[in-house]
């Protein structure tokens, strides 16, 4: 099996000069710090009860039994076999792997041509958004007797997720009678959460509805494609186990000690050096790749809500106890690198022009596709183009853009795809995962939480009255309310 490979080039002083790119020097000043990095990573990945408590359990991901596996599968084939139209409800980590699943492994326009969905049912995503629109019109016209509803919220209490929920029950319901929750999969959290209970109390009504997958303990939302997008994949029709071996494979390779052998340590490190030595704060992925756009949309999530810390973290070691990580709220860092998605060749007519001329502050990461599943050769005689592929012209215009940003002193690599199988991707995604772990590492953030998104949240649920608030929060949202000044709104 062909592996994925990591070019570098870029990033150095030998190639972007020593103001923007990475030196001898800062390579040899930062080791001390990547291998303590390498060496707490696997330390604390070696304890099993240590992983869940601190949310690292999806490393082991790629090793799940084959049995779970297979009964996933089968589960996907009989909602396969049975239903036109699957809508799937989630919203962060509960959709972004979804979708970049469903567009990295799936034909193009599969919706569109029964031909290209071999018998499969049309996918569709709803409840990562609060805008009414999309719902609306799905609803409206979708056939409820022939569409399964898989709603997916580890928490089981995100109001996107729910209210979606609760329109398409009622849609359900209206057209099925009371049978329709033989018609809705659930994936929550074993134990805890509104949607347990729920799905707790309809099976105790009807054995035989909502059939539900729970989520593994110690998995954060946005790490657990390999866990809750398990179903989806299966209902498309993708081997899950080709999946998992390219993340074991790649897990093989991430684990080892040297950064020369670890392509997600070396990511990491030398990002690291970027970062904090040379100014290089936003971080933009560009996938030479129509389909991968949404895998870069799912990076967008998880360097942004693993990285980007207000506090430092906060390691305890209590006696006879593994570690315990919190906030540091004596250390405010304010970190984390900003992440931005883009795709070649589209974004070289958009965004491309700010990253040749625009402030240098910035790293792109290519991810370079080396075959394709389909391609095209130009017709005609005597053009530029005349016969020449597609996949020849994607493949110039990103080694292109490689040139032009070198002309210009900004730091870039590349990660090169054989081609975009379930195998490669699968490799992918636990690339960047281990890459986000290493760079947590390195700057001393607690890359398993998402505080932050807890703020929005709170005023949402103070607002709607939800009981149960913790009386600081709704005191520091009544003493400090938005303030609208209307001179200021023209
Ligand atoms: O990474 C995370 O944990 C979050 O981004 C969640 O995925 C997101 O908030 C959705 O949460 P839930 O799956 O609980 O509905």
Redesign the pocket.
């Known amino acids: 099996m062909s592996q994925i490979k990591f070019d570098f080039n870029n990033m150095f002083s030998s190639a972007v000069g020593a103001r923007h790119g990475v030196t001898r020097g800062d390579i040899d000043r930062i080791s001390g710090r990547a291998a303590a990095a390498q060496e707490h990573l696997s330390k604390v990945l070696a304890g099993p009860s240590q992983r869940i408590a601190l949310a690292l359990e999806w490393t082991q991901l790629p090793l799940q039994d084959k049995k779970t596996v297979a009964g996933i599968q089968a589960l996907g084939s009989q909602i396969a076999n049975k239903f036109d139209a699957v809508l799937f409800l ?5 959709y972004l792997g979804l979708k970049a699943a469903q567009d990295a492994l799936c034909p193009p326009y599969f919706n569109e041509f029964p031909s290209l969905r071999k018998k499969k049912p049309r996918i569709y995503f709803e409840g990562n958004n609060l805008d009414p629109e999309t719902l609306s019109v799905l609803l409206r016209r979708l056939n409820p007797r022939k569409t399964a509803v898989v709603v ?7 109001s996107e ?1 729910k209210a979606a929920f609760m329109m398409a029950q009622a849609w359900l319901k209206k057209a099925v009678g009371s049978r329709f929750g033989r018609q809705v999969f659930v994936i929550t959290d074993p134990d805890s959460g509104s949607l347990r209970k729920y799905v707790q109390s309809q099976q105790k009504k009807d054995a035989l509805s909502f059939c539900d997958l729970p989520l593994l303990k110690g998995v ?3 790490f657990s494609e390999f866990n809750m997008g398990l179903l989806h994949l299966a209902i498309v029709g993708v081997e899950i186990q080709r999946v998992l071996d390219g993340a074991r494979d790649m897990a093989k390779r991430c684990t080892a000690s040297q950064p020369m052998e670890n392509p997600a340590l070396l990511y990491a490190l030398l990002h690291t050096i970027l970062y904090q030595k040379k100014a290089k704060a936003l971080a933009i992925l560009m996938p030479f790749s129509e389909t991968l756009k949404s895998t870069a949309d799912w990076y967008v ?1 998880l360097l942004a ?1 693993s990285l980007g810390k207000k506090y430092g973290r906060k390691i305890e070691r209590p006696a006879g106890a593994g570690e315990r990580w919190s906030q540091d709220y004596s250390r405010v860092v304010n970190l984390g690198r900003t992440p931005i998605s883009a795709r070649g060749t589209n974004d070289l007519h958009s965004i491309q022009q700010n990253n040749i001329e625009g402030e240098n502050n910035k790293v792109i990461t290519f991810i370079r596709v080396k075959k394709f599943g389909r391609d095209l050769r130009i017709p005609g005689k005597g053009d530029l183009l005349s016969g020449k592929s597609y996949s020849q012209l994607l493949a110039l215009a990103q080694e292109a853009t490689e040139w032009a940003l070198v002309q210009e002193s900004r730091p870039n690599c590349a990660i090169i795809l054989p081609e975009v199988t379930a195998y490669s991707w699968g490799a992918l995604l636990f690339f960047f995962e281990m890459a986000v772990a290493y760079e947590g590492e390195l700057l001393d953030v607690n890359a398993f939480d ?1 505080p932050g ?1 807890e703020g929005y949240k709170n005023y949402m649920y103070y607002k709607l009255g939800k009981p149960g608030l913790a009386k600081e929060i709704a005191e520091k949202i009544r003493n400090n309310p938005l303030v609208k000044d209307q001179r200021w709104i023209i």
Not at 90 to 94: A, D, L, Y
Not at 152 to 158: L, N
Request: net charge neutral; proline share 0%.
């Open positions: 989630g919203i962060g980590g509960s997916i919220s580890k928490s089981g209490e995100t997720t954060g939302g946005r999530q809500e998402q998104v």
